[in-house]
């Protein structure tokens, strides 16, 4: 069973730093591409950042494209997602995404999500 | 900047028929993978198309999708209590980019 769990969601104040983690089990991590959506209290999905199979080549919306960074560990079966530079716009749940084999794969298995609060 | 649209909201009646489309600011969706999502409040979202017409495993096929036009659509057929969710669509961009839609709020009554 496929299986993505997310952390490191939290209380952040503007201009600071976060790293969210998915540890993925119940599939061969490293073969499939992933993804960071995330969704604003009451507002719709945005797709966030992507990242292929190998870790080789990495994709960004343009909203976040100057201050996150994505990256993934297939030894340890994690995906990643460092945001710096916060502000009050970031705030949202952040789910993690199980693709297919390429980044023009859709998306399949979705984590539970990560709630990040950017306030002073 | 491409916008995708959807409607802002919909209603049907139980057991009724309903058609919610996904459209481009410029051009068709034919060509990039719409897929389809059911959201209920509190909960993640749960795939129920890909790749416009493939249904992913365990949804009723009840859900069907399809190109209307230059739209993707997501037809739920014999609408249930249990369908009254937001709806979300996404299209693939090239180049590993994604652009969801704004959502559909569908009420069921």
């Known amino acids: 069973e496929v299986q993505l769990l997310e952390s490191g969601g939290g209380l952040v104040q503007p201009g600071g730093s976060l790293r969210l983690s998915c540890a993925a089990s119940?599939?061969?991590?490293?073969?499939?591409?992933m993804s960071w959506v995330r969704q604003a209290p009451g507002k719709g999905l945005e797709w966030v950042s992507g990242?292929?199979?190998?870790?080789?080549?990495?994709y960004y919306a343009d909203s976040v494209k100057a201050h996150f960074t994505v990256s993934r560990d297939n030894s340890k079966n994690t995906l990643y997602l460092q945001m710096n530079s916060l502000s009050a716009d970031d705030t949202a749940v952040y789910y993690c995404?199980?693709?297919?084999?390429?980044?023009?794969?859709?998306?399949?298995?979705w984590g539970q999500g990560t709630l990040v609060t950017v306030s002073s | 900047q491409t916008v995708v649209t959807q409607e802002p909201s919909f209603s049907v009646s139980p057991g009724g028929t309903v058609t919610l489309t996904c459209g481009l600011s410029?051009?068709?969706?034919?060509?990039?993978?719409p897929s389809w999502y059911q959201q209920t409040p509190g909960q993640a979202p749960r795939t129920l198309i890909y790749?416009?017409?493939v249904r992913s495993s365990g949804v009723p096929d009840r859900f069907s999708g399809s190109i209307l036009g230059n739209k993707a659509a997501l037809t739920i057929t014999g609408a249930q209590a249990d369908d009254e969710s937001d709806y979300y669509c996404?299209?693939?961009?090239?180049?590993?980019?994604?652009?969801f839609g704004g959502g559909t709020k569908l009420t069921v009554l």
């Open positions: 995404v199980k693709q297919g084999l390429y980044s023009s794969t859709p998306f399949d298995f």
């Open positions: 996404v299209v693939y961009m090239g180049n590993g980019l994604w652009v």
């Open positions: 990242i292929t199979g190998s870790g080789g080549s990495t």
């Open positions: 119940g599939f061969t991590f490293g073969t499939y591409a």
């Open positions: 790749n416009t017409n």
């Open positions: 410029s051009g068709s969706v034919s060509t990039k993978f």
